[in-house]
């Protein structure tokens, strides 16, 4: 398949989980892609394994919520392989520092674990997409997808305030974003997963999983690769006329 | 760049509404990956015009008369589509009815007609087809931006789009997991349908897009495609706007 050749993307947190399989399908699809993650060793195992599959790809390392470390990397990727078409904002945390494996709970969280989780899941993505909206203006054409969640839009009990709060204000950054850029050719979307088989999901107690399981009409997890595909068609001109919007990948759980 | 292909052969589509402008390019789009095509329509002889222009044998099209307002009709198109074809993969909604009318003066019968195609329609032609479809299979009901926002002069158009979204979710959970079912909500599409409606209110609404322009019924053919691959196994009971920004709801 190579509905992606000639487009360059830009995946954050693609060292493992979704991002992974956000950037290996954009690789796959003939894209020329960015593996960028705030673990340098996962960013450059993922991009070298990807060349070793004939993919375009190379692997950088950067803290999202460090403006100037973004635009570096986007410098790096420019430099590599031209402007970026597509921006896929993924990378972020899920802190569970409360009892067992839980989240902590709003009135014994440390201020500061709120706020790193804003840095990264919120801030990082208007970095991203500060670096690299000037460049798909003047190309006049460009994707971003935001990786949202449905605990941004409804109560779920597995995650903490600060990641429910950061991935609401990722659909208000969305919409907002998609009105303004929207003139220049561009689509911003978000995906909202529901409970997804990843490495940060393995994280919380096991009988969380099983009730999200069996709370989700499928009867089963999502795997990274059911959230890949819809990124793909989100980036993909299957998707043209598509901005603004948020899409449950969640196998009917919550149906927010 | 081209949009995602899917390989759809040896499926079949039963596809209500298929000589509307944005059934023509579903139709053209499923069989262009592979699938049989059921079209159904209210006018027979556009739909078998339409047919033969896609599949002059018929071979992989059967095109049937179907008044989306009467019971009957779905059992019988349904029926046919196995028949044919041995199993039902996926269903697309699409057969519509948008006119103008204000609620003050909007008679019993206009009000009726409308919820009879758009509403009841879509619970006909899902409730025949269910017996008949194959696991892994899935529908999707083609809503509207009206369903969610209102419409200004077709309340009865916007009430039945409504209610179809909520159609759709309690379908979805009814036949999880073996079924998906889902609904598409376009937007302003180009075609004879929003010509009233542009020459009401003239370039406003697209100046409004943030895309600055129509959609294409094209582009709504990829989405449906899209939502009836497996790439969106993991994705039922959501309803995705396809409307180039103007409307941006959750």
Known sequence: MSSHAGRVALVTGAGRGIGRAIADSHAAAGAAVAYLDHDRELAETAAREAVAKGWQAVGLSADVADYEAVVEACRKVTDAFGPVDILVNNAGISPKTGADGRRSPAWEMSPEEFRRVLDVNLTGAFNCARAVLPGMKAMGRGRIVNQSSVAGKTFCDIVGVHYAASKAALIGFTKHLAGEVGPFGITVNAVAPGRIDTPLMRGTASEANEAARMATPLRRLGSPEDVAATYLFLTSDSASFVTGQVVDVAGGWLMT | ?250
């Not at chain 2, 052969?9 to 499923?30: H, N, P, Q």
């Not at chain 2, 049937?64 to 074809?85: C, I, N, S, T, Y």
């Not at chain 2, 019968?109 to 009879?116: D, I």
């Not at chain 2, 025949?128 to 899935?138: K, M, T, V, Y």
Request: proline letters at 4%; charged letters at 20%.
């Open chain 2, 1 to 250: 760049m081209t949009t995602t292909t899917h390989d759809f052969s040896g499926r079949t589509l039963l596809l209500t509404g298929a000589v509307g402008t944005i059934g023509r390019e579903i139709a053209k789009r499923f069989l262009a990956s592979g699938a049989n095509c059921v079209v159904t329509d209210l006018d027979l002889d556009a739909v078998t015009s339409f047919a033969r222009d896609l599949d002059p044998n018929l071979e992989r099209v059967l095109p049937l008369k179907h008044d989306a307002g009467m019971p009957e009709d779905a059992e019988r198109v349904a029926q046919a589509a196995k028949d044919r074809f041995g199993a039902i993969d996926f269903v697309v909604t699409s057969a519509g009815l948008y006119k103008d009318a204000m609620v003050e003066t909007m008679t019993d019968a206009q009000w009726k007609q409308s919820l009879a195609v758009n509403l009841d329609g879509v619970f006909y032609t899902c409730r025949a087809a269910i017996p008949h479809l194959a696991e892994g299979g899935s529908i999707v009901n083609i809503a509207s931006v009206a369903g969610h926002r209102g419409s200004f002069a077709h309340a009865h158009y916007a009430a039945a789009k409504g209610a179809v979204l909520t159609f759709s979710r309690s379908l979805a959970v009814e036949l999880a997991p073996k079924i998906r079912v889902n609904a598409v909500s376009p937007g302003l599409i180009d075609g004879p349908m929003v010509q009233n409606l542009l020459q009401m209110t003239g370039t406003k609404l697209i100046e409004q897009t943030p895309l600055k322009r129509l959609g294409k019924p094209e582009e709504i053919a990829s989405v449906i495609a899209f939502l009836c691959s497996s790439d969106a196994s993991f994705i039922t009971g959501a309803s995705l706007h396809v409307n180039g920004g103007l409307y941006i709801s959750s």
